[in-house]
């Protein structure tokens, strides 16, 4: 028989431990894909610079990754891209034309906690210097749908990346 002292704490101590474990596992234990770029090779052209660009897909999180997918689309220029051969397949492309439609990519492996790997290369055609925008959406079996953005910055001969 347990002492009526000890019968009292057991039930609260093990929602406690309990909750503890719940919060851990769902709330800070999860994944987070983000998606980034480097950008080079700035040529200008009649139509505004052109753009050497690759997308990365990178686990930022404290847990893996698996069923994971990512959809991006660049808002107001143009993205001509082939997937990199490896972890992923392209699935589709919807809307737009001239590479301005929203790509979507289901990732076909694992994504370890601190490790990523080339989502696409291509060319970027933009109007010309200025900020343009690279909307994502990424999700997987233990991450809820996250919308993002990064912004290439693109000043003369030289583009950068900043993250949203």
């Known amino acids: 028989m347990v002492p009526p002292l ?14 503890s474990i719940t919060v ?28 050497d660009v690759e997308l990365f897909v990178a686990n930022v ?9 990512v959809a991006f689309a660049p808002e ?16 589709a492309f919807e809307g737009g034309d001239g590479g301005t439609g929203k790509r979507k990519t ?5 994504v ?5 790997f080339e989502l696409c290369e291509g060319r970027a055609t933009v109007p010309g210097d200025g900020r343009y925008r690279l909307a994502y959406t990424t999700a997987c ?5 996250k919308t993002d953005h ?10 950068t990346v900043e993250a949203g």
């Not at 000890?6 to 909750?19: E, K, M, N, R």
């Not at 289901?106 to 694992?110: A, P």
């Not at 079996?141 to 749908?145: A, D, E, H, I, L």
């Open 6 to 19: 000890l019968s009292g704490w057991v039930v609260p101590i093990a929602a406690v431990v309990a909750t």
């Open 61 to 69: 999180g404290r847990d893996f990754a698996e069923d994971g997918y």
């Open 150 to 159: 990064l912004e290439l910055v693109v000043d003369g001969d030289e583009a």
């Open 141 to 145: 079996q233990s991450q809820r749908p």
């Open 112 to 116: 370890y906690q601190g490790t990523g």
């Open 106 to 110: 289901f990732l076909d492996d694992i």
């Open 76 to 91: 107001g220029w143009s993205l001509d891209a082939t997937p990199a051969d490896g972890q992923l397949s392209l699935t």
């Open 24 to 51: 851990y596992k769902f709330w800070i234990q999860r994944p987070s894909l983000i998606v980034d770029a480097e950008v080079s090779d700035v040529t200008r052209t009649g139509r505004g610079a052109s753009l």
